[in-house]
């Protein structure tokens, strides 16, 4: 099984991307779906992620109130992060990750499949 994240970009501040995480041999309805990030010189953090039972999202306080996760509704097996006002600080390398437990994990170390990185560069 794969995953593979895709849409980064370079955006100027304020512009928007959408990301999306797509698997490969599987759907994501019983999944749950974390996006991470990491910029140069600084730890891995998580974004955002939602939950594989009831649809719950949880958001870093950095992102909250201009990201959105969604599951794709016609496609099952894609997740989408979008990402609005975006801001120079959001530059980094983001990941997706999934794995086949209840809830959301916010904890990297709990998922077990992980996509390629897409690059997202905020910068006029």
């Not at 698997?23 to 953090?45: H, M, N, V």
């Not at 974004?47 to 009831?54: A, P």
């Not at 006002?85 to 499949?113: I, M």
Request: include cysteine; proline fraction near 4%.
């Amino acid at each position: 099984v794969q995953l593979q994240a895709s849409g980064g970009g370079l955006v100027q501040p304020g512009g928007s991307l959408r990301l999306s995480c797509a698997a490969s041999g599987f759907t994501l309805d019983y999944y749950a779906i974390g996006w991470f990030r990491q910029a140069p010189g600084k730890e891995r953090e998580g974004v955002s992620c939602i939950s594989s039972s009831d649809g719950s999202t949880y958001y870093a306080d950095s992102v909250k109130g201009r990201f959105a996760v969604a599951r794709d509704n016609a496609r099952r097996n894609v997740v989408h992060l979008q990402m609005n006002s975006l801001k120079p600080e959001d530059t980094a390398v983001y990941y997706c990750a999934a794995r086949n437990v209840p809830g959301a994990p916010t904890d990297a170390a709990q998922y077990d499949t992980w996509s390629q990185g897409t690059q997202v560069t905020v910068s006029s």
